[in-house]
Nanobody, 114 residues
Framework: QVQLVESGGGLVQPGGSLRLSCAAS????????LSWYRQAPGKERELVAYITSTGGSTNYADSVKGRATISRDNAKKKVYLQMNSLKPEDTAVYYCFLPYWGYWGQGTQVTVSS
């Protein structure tokens, strides 16, 4: 069965960095695009970043453009989200998402606070 397991969240000060990881299993990882979403308290879930199956193309939400980098390692079956210059408004639960099949991970909490 498809599994997406996020890790790497935590508490970070404004201006800090985090690297989120999503370990995948149960499908042919290298064949599918993947995304990162986030959901802040009281807000709708929003797309943060998207990467194609080969990693050759990426897209970002305007809110994180220039501060986030999505990448993947098809040999390790992992997708990453590097977030820099973090702001309090980046506080949210971050989810890994497999668009083709509609699978979500359980999420990892990112809290940006001094």
């Amino acid at each position: 069965q498809v599994q997406l397991v996020e890790s790497g969240g935590g508490l970070v000060q404004p201006g800090g960095s985090l690297r989120l990881s999503c370990a995948a299993s149960g499908f042919t990882f290298s064949s599918y695009a993947l995304s990162w979403y986030r959901q802040a308290p009281g807000k709708e879930r929003e797309l943060v970043a998207y990467i194609t199956s080969t990693g050759g193309s990426t897209n970002y939400a305007d809110s994180v453009k220039g501060r986030a980098t999505i990448s993947r390692d098809n040999a390790k079956k992992k997708v990453y989200l590097q977030m820099n210059s973090l702001k309090p408004e980046d506080t949210a639960v971050y989810y890994c998402f497999l668009p083709y099949w509609g699978y979500w991970g359980q999420g990892t909490q990112v809290t940006v606070s001094s």
